[in-house]
Nanobody
């Protein structure tokens, strides 16, 4: 059974940093592209960043490029999102999933950027 468990969110001031973690299980993690998504109140879920097998390539949404860094550890079936220079518009619930996406999602982790 596929599972995602996200953690590391919290309340941070504008300009601050957070590191999100996602523990995945139930599928051959190392063979999948892994992604972070986010969903802000009243908005559609959007793709934030993706990392290909062996970390050979990464893609980012224009809104986070240069501020966020995605990484993975295949030995521990984990994917991370380092977020720097956070903005109020980054406030959302953050989720991880594989590509192609599984139908099951984790509970997500809340990130709130506010002074």
């Amino acid at each position: 059974q596929v599972q995602f468990v996200e953690s590391g969110g919290g309340l941070v001031q504008p300009g601050g940093s957070l590191r999100l973690s996602c523990a995945a299980s139930g599928f051959p993690f190392e063979t999948y592209v892994m992604s972070w998504y986010r969903q802000a109140p009243g908005k559609e879920r959007e793709l934030v960043a993706s990392i290909f097998r062996y970390g050979l390539r990464t893609n980012y949404a224009d809104s986070v490029k240069g501020r966020f860094t995605i990484s993975r550890n295949d030995a521990s079936n984990a994917v991370y999102l380092r977020m720097n220079s956070l903005l109020p518009d980054d406030t959302a619930v953050y989720y991880c999933n594989a590509e192609p996406r599984f139908t099951s999602w984790g509970q997500g982790t809340q990130v709130t950027v506010s002074s």
